[in-house]
């Protein structure tokens, strides 16, 4: 079974991504800001996570030097309203494989979430 993480403080967003990534073998679990994240991430093994950069309590940027302190090697697409240092400064990460611009596009996130994990858009991986 494949597991993704979404961690957006947008209800509407979490929800998006859900609906469009979730079908047999691929789970989507979601947090509203790092801090849940983190406390998902210490419980569960995910495959990719997805992570917004600008968010209340604990932000991504913070999150993934958390998730990096942890020795956490999970791969991570950024989701970002605008492009900047803090989001250059990101992508620097090893663990950061692409970014995605808001709003969000629904083929932009399906093709980056299948280059990194292999899938061809319409593929299936098995549970």
Known sequence: MTRILTVDDSASIRKLIRI???RPGLV???ASNGAEGLKLLAKTQFDLMIVDIMM???DGIVMLRMKDSLQNKTPVIL???EVNDTLAQAMSNPCVMDYLKKPLQVGALKAAVGQVLGLAEDEEKPA
Do not use: F, G, I, R
Request: aromatic share 0%; charged share 15%; proline share 8%.
């Open 28 to 30: 989507v679990d979601e």
């Open 20 to 22: 469009h990534l979730q």
């Open 56 to 58: 209340p309590v604990m």
């Open 79 to 81: 989701l970002t309203a």
